[in-house]
């Protein structure tokens, strides 16, 4: 489903538009989605970005111009999810707060990444499959594990970039 209150900039595709859930999110010029993909509202995807299927992005979530997302990539918006309060009554919107994070531009997060809440992901900074990462990685920088540590940096890498 696509809500109607979804912006879309011009040139998004989206592959499988009956098998996606987007709702109150801007999507920038030419970016890419797949099937199974949600983007929750106050989402803000760039432009020129690929979203690979089955990743979930939620509110609070910014992914600048050209990131490149992997297959069932998970984002997190709070760092002390519960279902109820303390008193058993089920939690509203109002018992907690979005905690923010951002993907600059270029960076590249590897199928089956989970992003913790209020990091940054550096310009151009590469995330291995299946990391978790905790806290903030510097542009350029190669994370893999659980948690994500720096193991290399992207500009050594023999792989030829744009821009």
Known sequence: MIAKDVVLAADVKIFQPDLVNLYGCRIGN???????VEIQRDAFIGANCKISSHTFICTGVTIEDGVFIGHGVMFTNDLYPRATNSDGTLQTEADWKVIETRVKSHASLGS????????????????AAGAVVTHDVPDFAIVAGVPARVIGDARKTNRPSSR
């Open 30 to 36: 030419g970016t890419r989605i797949g099937a199974f």
């Open 112 to 127: 089956n990444c989970t992003i913790l809440c209020g990091v940054i992901i550096g310009h151009r900074a590469m995330v």
